[in-house]
């Protein structure tokens, strides 16, 4: 294996390839299929070391949370609903998902030249039953919520959430709601941005992992309010 252990040291041959922030430059300048072709096996070198990074990532998020699922995405773009038709994306992108029923939320690693790296975690498009069942929580009580939000250790970290609203508030909200701001949000996410040399420093799987672990106030507070009932009851 590539890294080690109960005290989530990577090991520190492991990180991201040098020649990553070029290749993706490079076809960022020829995004065509004659030209990835001729550079595919470049591509896939790189490729396999990133594989072992997000394998990495995995492994160390394993020792402190459940997670069963890593999903590497693959370079191609499907381009049949979309104006852009440029055949290549110019990121890696990557989530790792945890055990569900019990446990909810998920983690996603995003590198890309530019300065334009991150990692997000959180509730990117929530189901229509998940979503309403947190704002009815926001609705009845968002002291935990606050609680978590307002901790400076977490704020550090991850700031604020981010993601998309409604403009007002939600059909049967009262849009005067004291916790209006929670309540009008269609997404309950978290994003923390890397520049070039972040990604490439020898620590930055460790970094990261140091983040994702800094999201477990959340995470647990919001698997708990979407495996009961608003009496507390469980449902699942």
Do not use: C
């Not at 916790?179 to 460790?206: E, G, H, M, R, T």
Request: without cysteine.
């Amino acid at each position: 294996m590539y890294f080690t252990s109960p005290n989530n040291t990577t090991d520190m041959h492991v990180q991201v390839p040098t020649d990553v922030f070029d290749f993706f430059k490079k076809l960022e300048k020829n995004n065509n299929r004659d030209w990835f072709n001729d550079h595919k096996n470049e591509f896939k070198t790189i490729e396999t070391k990133v594989k072992a990074v997000y394998n990495a990532v995995f492994e160390n998020l394993k020792t402190h949370d459940d997670v069963d699922k890593l999903k590497l995405f693959r370079i191609y773009r499907d381009v049949r609903f979309s104006k852009n038709k440029l055949p290549y994306k110019t990121h890696f992108g990557g989530s790792f998902h945890r055990t569900k029923p019990k446990l909810r939320g998920g983690y996603y690693l995003h590198i890309q030249p530019h300065n334009e790296s991150f990692i997000a975690t959180g509730f990117w498009e929530p189901a229509p039953a998940d979503l309403l069942r947190i704002r009815k929580e926001f609705e009845m009580d968002a002291t935990e919520i606050r609680s978590i939000l307002a901790d400076k250790t977490f704020r550090n970290v991850w700031g604020n959430f981010v993601g998309d609203e409604v403009k007002s508030a939600p059909k049967g909200f009262d849009k005067n709601h004291k916790n209006s701001d929670l309540i009008k949000k269609k997404q309950y996410i978290f994003i923390k941005k890397f520049n070039d040399d972040d990604v490439l420093a020898p620590n930055f799987i460790n970094e990261v992992n140091s983040a994702f672990k800094a999201i477990r106030p959340y995470f647990n507070y919001m698997s708990e309010v979407l495996t009961t009932n608003l009496n507390g009851e469980p449902v699942i």
